[in-house]
Protein backbone atom coordinates (compact mmCIF):
# COMPACT_ATOMS: atom_id res chain seq x y z
CA UNK A 1 0.00 0.00 0.00
CA UNK A 2 0.62 3.56 -0.48
CA UNK A 3 1.26 6.66 1.57
CA UNK A 4 -2.23 7.53 0.61
CA UNK A 5 -4.00 4.20 0.74
CA UNK A 6 -2.60 3.30 4.14
CA UNK A 7 -3.49 6.49 4.72
CA UNK A 8 -7.49 6.50 4.04
CA UNK A 9 -7.35 2.30 5.69
CA UNK A 10 -6.07 3.68 8.99
CA UNK A 11 -8.36 6.52 9.10
CA UNK A 12 -11.34 3.99 8.54
CA UNK A 13 -10.13 1.78 10.83
CA UNK A 14 -9.31 4.15 13.55
CA UNK A 15 -12.85 6.15 12.83
CA UNK A 16 -14.34 2.55 13.11
CA UNK A 17 -12.29 2.40 16.84
CA UNK A 18 -10.26 -0.64 15.78
CA UNK A 19 -6.42 -0.30 16.41
CA UNK A 20 -4.22 -0.37 13.23
CA UNK A 21 -0.84 -1.58 13.12
CA UNK A 22 1.19 0.00 10.68
CA UNK A 23 4.30 -1.87 9.44
CA UNK A 24 6.94 -0.56 6.91
CA UNK A 25 10.77 0.17 7.04
CA UNK A 26 12.37 2.73 9.11
CA UNK A 27 12.04 5.96 7.89
CA UNK A 28 9.48 5.25 5.42
CA UNK A 29 6.78 7.57 7.05
CA UNK A 30 4.77 5.71 9.57
CA UNK A 31 5.02 8.55 12.13
CA UNK A 32 4.04 11.42 9.48
CA UNK A 33 0.97 9.28 8.62
CA UNK A 34 0.19 9.60 11.72
CA UNK A 35 0.59 13.30 12.16
CA UNK A 36 -1.46 13.74 8.78
CA UNK A 37 -4.13 11.33 10.52
CA UNK A 38 -4.78 13.95 13.60
CA UNK A 39 -4.19 16.95 11.75
CA UNK A 40 -6.94 15.94 9.48
CA UNK A 41 -9.05 15.29 12.30
CA UNK A 42 -8.16 17.75 13.80
CA UNK A 43 -6.99 15.33 17.16
CA UNK A 44 -4.01 15.78 19.41
CA UNK A 45 -1.30 13.75 19.14
CA UNK A 46 0.60 11.83 21.85
CA UNK A 47 3.37 9.89 20.43
CA UNK A 48 5.28 6.38 22.52
CA UNK A 49 8.42 4.85 21.17
CA UNK A 50 8.36 1.64 22.82
CA UNK A 51 11.99 1.19 21.82
CA UNK A 52 13.09 3.79 24.68
CA UNK A 53 10.56 2.67 27.52
CA UNK A 54 11.86 -0.15 30.24
CA UNK A 55 10.12 -2.56 32.30
CA UNK A 56 7.86 -0.99 34.71
CA UNK A 57 7.86 2.49 32.85
CA UNK A 58 4.71 2.60 30.94
CA UNK A 59 3.07 0.89 34.04
CA UNK A 60 3.98 2.91 36.77
CA UNK A 61 5.76 2.19 39.57
CA UNK A 62 4.08 0.95 42.58
CA UNK A 63 3.89 2.98 45.39
CA UNK A 64 2.01 2.01 49.00
CA UNK A 65 -0.32 5.05 50.38
CA UNK A 66 -2.10 4.40 53.66
CA UNK A 67 -1.88 0.36 53.30
CA UNK A 68 -2.83 0.50 49.55
CA UNK A 69 -1.01 -0.09 46.40
CA UNK A 70 -0.62 2.60 43.83
CA UNK A 71 0.86 3.13 40.19
CA UNK A 72 2.59 6.09 39.32
CA UNK A 73 1.00 7.71 36.00
CA UNK A 74 3.75 7.42 32.57
CA UNK A 75 3.95 11.58 31.98
CA UNK A 76 2.69 10.67 28.44
CA UNK A 77 -0.52 8.72 30.13
CA UNK A 78 -0.75 12.24 31.88
CA UNK A 79 -0.33 14.83 29.40
CA UNK A 80 -3.16 12.40 27.48
CA UNK A 81 -5.31 13.36 30.84
CA UNK A 82 -4.44 16.84 31.10
CA UNK A 83 -5.15 17.61 27.46
CA UNK A 84 -8.50 15.98 27.80
CA UNK A 85 -9.56 17.78 30.98
CA UNK A 86 -9.10 21.40 29.26
CA UNK A 87 -9.90 20.46 25.33
CA UNK A 88 -13.43 19.28 24.32
CA UNK A 89 -11.59 16.97 21.31
CA UNK A 90 -10.06 14.12 21.13
CA UNK A 91 -6.81 12.38 21.46
CA UNK A 92 -4.63 10.10 18.98
CA UNK A 93 -2.16 8.11 20.62
CA UNK A 94 0.82 6.42 18.72
CA UNK A 95 2.68 3.56 19.94
CA UNK A 96 5.94 3.24 17.77
CA UNK A 97 8.59 0.55 17.32
CA UNK A 98 6.38 -1.81 19.14
CA UNK A 99 8.29 -4.88 18.16
CA UNK A 100 11.85 -2.97 19.34
CA UNK A 101 11.03 -3.33 22.73
CA UNK A 102 12.05 -6.05 25.31
CA UNK A 103 9.05 -8.38 25.88
CA UNK A 104 8.00 -7.62 29.10
CA UNK A 105 7.66 -4.12 28.35
CA UNK A 106 5.85 -4.92 25.15
CA UNK A 107 3.29 -7.11 27.25
CA UNK A 108 2.16 -4.12 28.86
CA UNK A 109 1.87 -1.74 26.24
CA UNK A 110 -0.63 -4.64 24.75
CA UNK A 111 -2.71 -3.97 28.04
CA UNK A 112 -2.84 -0.71 27.27
CA UNK A 113 -3.43 -0.54 23.40
CA UNK A 114 -5.98 -3.53 23.78
CA UNK A 115 -7.49 -3.73 27.10
CA UNK A 116 -7.59 0.51 27.28
CA UNK A 117 -6.20 0.37 31.00
CA UNK A 118 -3.19 -0.93 33.06
CA UNK A 119 -2.63 -0.64 36.49
CA UNK A 120 -5.55 1.14 37.12
CA UNK A 121 -5.08 3.90 34.56
CA UNK A 122 -8.03 3.67 32.03
CA UNK A 123 -7.51 5.14 28.40
CA UNK A 124 -10.78 7.55 27.92
CA UNK A 125 -13.06 6.95 25.29
CA UNK A 126 -12.09 10.17 23.72
CA UNK A 127 -8.63 8.37 22.84
CA UNK A 128 -7.96 6.67 19.81
CA UNK A 129 -5.06 4.07 19.62
CA UNK A 130 -2.64 3.11 16.51
CA UNK A 131 1.04 1.08 16.56
CA UNK A 132 3.72 0.30 14.29
CA UNK A 133 6.26 -1.70 13.96
CA UNK A 134 9.33 -2.82 11.44
CA UNK A 135 8.69 -5.74 9.51
CA UNK A 136 9.83 -9.08 10.45
CA UNK A 137 11.20 -11.96 8.65
CA UNK A 138 7.98 -13.72 9.59
CA UNK A 139 6.40 -11.59 6.82
CA UNK A 140 7.04 -13.46 3.27
CA UNK A 141 7.80 -10.60 1.68
CA UNK A 142 10.68 -9.89 4.20
CA UNK A 143 12.47 -13.02 4.36
CA UNK A 144 15.75 -11.19 4.17
CA UNK A 145 15.05 -8.81 6.72
CA UNK A 146 17.38 -8.12 9.55
CA UNK A 147 15.92 -5.79 12.00
CA UNK A 148 16.15 -7.21 15.82
CA UNK A 149 12.40 -7.37 16.55
CA UNK A 150 10.18 -8.94 19.06
CA UNK A 151 7.37 -10.72 18.02
CA UNK A 152 3.51 -10.49 19.37
CA UNK A 153 2.04 -14.22 20.32
CA UNK A 154 -0.69 -14.97 17.54
CA UNK A 155 -3.40 -14.15 20.14
CA UNK A 156 -1.88 -10.48 20.30
CA UNK A 157 -1.26 -10.48 16.43
CA UNK A 158 -5.20 -11.29 15.96
CA UNK A 159 -6.19 -7.87 17.56
CA UNK A 160 -4.75 -5.71 15.42
CA UNK A 161 -5.44 -4.62 11.69
CA UNK A 162 -2.76 -4.57 9.51
CA UNK A 163 -1.76 -2.51 6.65
CA UNK A 164 1.79 -2.92 5.02
CA UNK A 165 3.23 0.07 4.06
CA UNK A 166 5.44 0.73 0.89
CA UNK A 167 7.41 3.74 -0.06
CA UNK A 168 5.63 5.34 -3.23
CA UNK A 169 8.22 7.94 -4.98
CA UNK A 170 4.86 9.99 -6.48
CA UNK A 171 3.52 10.22 -3.44
CA UNK A 172 6.78 11.31 -1.53
CA UNK A 173 7.10 13.61 -4.27
CA UNK A 174 4.23 15.12 -3.47
CA UNK A 175 4.46 15.39 -0.30
CA UNK A 176 8.00 16.87 -0.52
CA UNK A 177 6.62 19.57 -2.54
CA UNK A 178 4.03 21.02 -0.11
CA UNK A 179 4.35 20.14 3.51
CA UNK A 180 7.37 18.90 3.18
CA UNK A 181 9.52 21.47 2.14
CA UNK A 182 11.91 19.02 0.47
CA UNK A 183 14.51 20.75 -1.53
CA UNK A 184 13.77 21.07 -5.27
CA UNK A 185 17.26 19.20 -6.31
CA UNK A 186 16.70 16.30 -4.17
CA UNK A 187 12.74 16.18 -5.78
CA UNK A 188 14.75 16.22 -8.77
CA UNK A 189 17.16 13.67 -8.33
CA UNK A 190 14.59 11.07 -7.22
CA UNK A 191 11.86 11.87 -10.02
CA UNK A 192 14.95 10.63 -12.42
CA UNK A 193 15.88 7.72 -10.31
CA UNK A 194 12.83 6.44 -8.25
CA UNK A 195 14.60 4.02 -7.01
CA UNK A 196 16.67 5.09 -4.88
CA UNK A 197 14.54 6.45 -2.13
CA UNK A 198 14.14 3.68 -0.64
CA UNK A 199 17.84 2.04 -1.73
CA UNK A 200 19.76 -1.19 0.26
CA UNK A 201 22.36 -2.60 -1.43
CA UNK A 202 24.20 -5.54 -0.22
CA UNK A 203 27.92 -3.76 -0.91
CA UNK A 204 27.24 -1.22 1.91
CA UNK A 205 25.80 -0.73 5.76
CA UNK A 206 23.76 2.38 4.66
CA UNK A 207 20.39 2.20 3.32
CA UNK A 208 18.41 5.51 1.64
CA UNK A 209 15.26 5.91 3.06
CA UNK A 210 12.66 8.89 2.52
CA UNK A 211 13.70 10.22 6.12
CA UNK A 212 17.42 9.88 5.19
CA UNK A 213 16.54 12.03 1.77
CA UNK A 214 14.97 14.80 3.70
CA UNK A 215 18.07 15.07 6.01
CA UNK A 216 20.20 15.43 2.57
CA UNK A 217 17.14 18.04 1.61
CA UNK A 218 17.80 20.01 4.93
CA UNK A 219 21.78 20.12 4.92
CA UNK A 220 21.81 21.32 1.25
CA UNK A 221 19.48 24.41 2.05
CA UNK A 222 22.01 24.68 4.77
CA UNK A 223 24.94 24.43 2.43
CA UNK A 224 23.65 27.09 0.05
CA UNK A 225 23.86 29.44 2.39
CA UNK A 226 26.90 28.40 4.30
CA UNK A 227 31.05 28.74 2.36
CA UNK A 228 31.12 24.73 2.80
CA UNK A 229 33.65 23.06 0.83
CA UNK A 230 31.82 20.70 -1.93
CA UNK A 231 33.51 17.69 -0.22
CA UNK A 232 31.61 18.39 2.86
CA UNK A 233 28.50 18.10 1.46
CA UNK A 234 29.43 15.00 -0.02
CA UNK A 235 30.51 13.59 2.94
CA UNK A 236 26.80 14.27 4.79
CA UNK A 237 25.01 12.65 1.80
CA UNK A 238 27.00 9.76 2.24
CA UNK A 239 26.21 9.51 5.57
CA UNK A 240 22.72 9.60 5.20
CA UNK A 241 22.20 7.51 1.74
CA UNK A 242 25.67 5.70 1.11
CA UNK A 243 28.31 6.19 -1.17
CA UNK A 244 26.96 4.86 -4.61
CA UNK A 245 23.93 7.54 -4.31
CA UNK A 246 26.63 10.29 -2.50
CA UNK A 247 28.49 9.80 -5.80
CA UNK A 248 25.23 10.29 -8.01
CA UNK A 249 23.41 13.04 -6.23
CA UNK A 250 26.44 15.36 -6.57
CA UNK A 251 26.72 14.54 -9.90
CA UNK A 252 23.29 14.97 -10.84
CA UNK A 253 23.90 18.23 -8.83
CA UNK A 254 26.86 19.36 -11.11
CA UNK A 255 25.11 18.44 -14.16
CA UNK A 256 22.07 20.37 -12.99
CA UNK A 257 23.65 23.95 -11.64
CA UNK A 258 21.86 26.43 -13.96
CA UNK A 259 17.99 26.21 -12.35
CA UNK A 260 15.55 26.23 -14.92
CA UNK A 261 13.05 29.40 -15.10
CA UNK A 262 10.84 29.54 -11.99
CA UNK A 263 7.12 28.94 -11.96
CA UNK A 264 6.50 32.91 -10.92
CA UNK A 265 8.77 34.21 -13.89
CA UNK A 266 6.94 32.21 -16.27
CA UNK A 267 3.80 33.17 -14.92
CA UNK A 268 4.78 37.35 -15.30
CA UNK A 269 5.92 37.12 -18.78
CA UNK A 270 3.28 38.72 -21.15
CA UNK A 271 4.67 36.25 -23.88
CA UNK A 272 6.85 33.04 -23.63
CA UNK A 273 9.88 34.21 -26.02
CA UNK A 274 11.71 31.36 -27.90
CA UNK A 275 14.44 31.37 -25.45
CA UNK A 276 12.02 30.10 -22.35
CA UNK A 277 10.66 27.35 -25.21
CA UNK A 278 13.90 26.33 -26.05
CA UNK A 279 14.84 25.73 -22.33
CA UNK A 280 11.63 24.13 -21.75
CA UNK A 281 12.01 21.51 -24.54
CA UNK A 282 15.37 21.17 -23.68
CA UNK A 283 14.91 19.99 -20.32
CA UNK A 284 15.13 16.91 -18.47
CA UNK A 285 11.57 15.19 -17.94
CA UNK A 286 12.60 15.13 -14.16
CA UNK A 287 13.37 18.77 -14.15
CA UNK A 288 9.99 19.38 -16.34
CA UNK A 289 7.74 17.32 -13.64
CA UNK A 290 9.16 19.23 -10.70
CA UNK A 291 8.61 22.43 -13.22
CA UNK A 292 4.50 21.51 -13.97
CA UNK A 293 3.96 20.83 -10.39
CA UNK A 294 5.78 23.86 -8.78
CA UNK A 295 3.49 26.27 -11.38
CA UNK A 296 0.19 23.66 -10.50
CA UNK A 297 1.18 24.80 -6.47
CA UNK A 298 1.17 28.80 -7.69
CA UNK A 299 -1.79 28.29 -10.03
CA UNK A 300 -3.73 27.49 -6.67
CA UNK A 301 -2.94 31.11 -5.28
CA UNK A 302 -4.15 32.87 -9.08
CA UNK A 303 -6.76 31.21 -9.57
CA UNK A 304 -7.78 32.93 -13.35
CA UNK A 305 -8.13 32.41 -16.92
CA UNK A 306 -4.77 33.99 -17.66
CA UNK A 307 -2.70 31.96 -15.32
CA UNK A 308 -4.87 28.55 -16.54
CA UNK A 309 -4.27 29.70 -20.01
CA UNK A 310 -0.25 30.29 -19.15
CA UNK A 311 0.11 26.79 -17.32
CA UNK A 312 -1.09 25.05 -20.23
CA UNK A 313 1.12 26.90 -23.05
CA UNK A 314 3.98 25.33 -20.64
CA UNK A 315 2.51 22.21 -20.22
CA UNK A 316 2.16 21.75 -23.95
CA UNK A 317 5.41 22.24 -24.49
CA UNK A 318 6.06 19.36 -22.83
CA UNK A 319 6.81 15.26 -23.98
CA UNK A 320 3.70 14.41 -24.44
CA UNK A 321 3.97 11.24 -21.97
CA UNK A 322 5.15 13.29 -19.51
CA UNK A 323 1.81 15.72 -20.30
CA UNK A 324 -0.14 12.87 -20.32
CA UNK A 325 1.03 11.93 -16.61
CA UNK A 326 0.58 15.62 -15.60
CA UNK A 327 -3.28 15.50 -16.52
CA UNK A 328 -3.71 12.46 -15.26
CA UNK A 329 -2.20 14.14 -11.84
CA UNK A 330 -4.00 16.96 -12.24
CA UNK A 331 -7.46 15.08 -12.29
CA UNK A 332 -7.10 13.04 -9.55
CA UNK A 333 -5.18 14.97 -7.47
CA UNK A 334 -6.04 18.55 -7.72
CA UNK A 335 -9.67 19.00 -7.99
CA UNK A 336 -9.55 22.29 -7.02
CA UNK A 337 -7.39 23.41 -9.83
CA UNK A 338 -8.72 20.97 -12.86
CA UNK A 339 -11.93 22.28 -13.73
CA UNK A 340 -10.13 25.69 -14.31
CA UNK A 341 -8.17 23.86 -17.09
CA UNK A 342 -10.86 22.62 -18.45
CA UNK A 343 -12.00 25.89 -19.52
CA UNK A 344 -8.80 26.58 -20.73
CA UNK A 345 -9.02 26.19 -24.72
CA UNK A 346 -5.15 26.21 -24.63
CA UNK A 347 -5.53 22.96 -22.27
CA UNK A 348 -7.88 21.07 -24.48
CA UNK A 349 -6.14 21.29 -27.58
CA UNK A 350 -3.16 20.13 -25.55
CA UNK A 351 -5.34 17.20 -24.40
CA UNK A 352 -6.68 15.97 -27.55
CA UNK A 353 -2.80 16.45 -28.81
CA UNK A 354 -1.87 13.77 -27.10
CA UNK A 355 -4.43 11.28 -27.38
CA UNK A 356 -4.60 11.22 -30.88
CA UNK A 357 -7.81 13.30 -31.65
CA UNK A 358 -9.19 16.31 -34.22
Same mark, same amino acid.
Given at each position: ? #??K?????V????L?R??P??I????I????L?????K??D?Y????D????K?????????? &????T?YA??HK????D???Q??PG?V??F? $?E??????S????????I?N???N?????H???????M??T??M???????YQ &???M?????????W????????EW????M??????????Q??S??????S???ED??I???P?S??R?? #?AL??FE?????PKT?????KGN??TR?????T????????????????YEM??LGQ?V? $?E??????S?L????????L??????T??????????LN?M?K?L??S???E??SD?????????????F?????DC?G??
Amino acid at each position: M #NYKETLEAVELSLLSRAVPLIIGESGIGKTSLIKDFAKRNDMYLVNIDANLLKEGEIGGLPMV &VGGKTYYATHHKLMEIDAWLQNNPGRVMLFI $DEINRCDHSVQQELMNLILNREINGYKLSHRVLVAAAMNPTNKMDSFRETDYQ &VVDMDPAQEDRFIWFNMDSDPKEWIRWGMEEGQIHEQVLQFISNFREYLSYNSEDEYIQATPRSWERVS #NALKVFEKRNYEPKTLYHLVKGNVGTRLAQEFTAFLEENRNPLISPDDLYEMDVLGQFVR $DEISQASHSRLYILAKNMILKLRDRMTEKHGDRFSEVLNLMPKDLRISVMKELKSDYPDVYPLLLNSDTFIEGFFDCYGRS
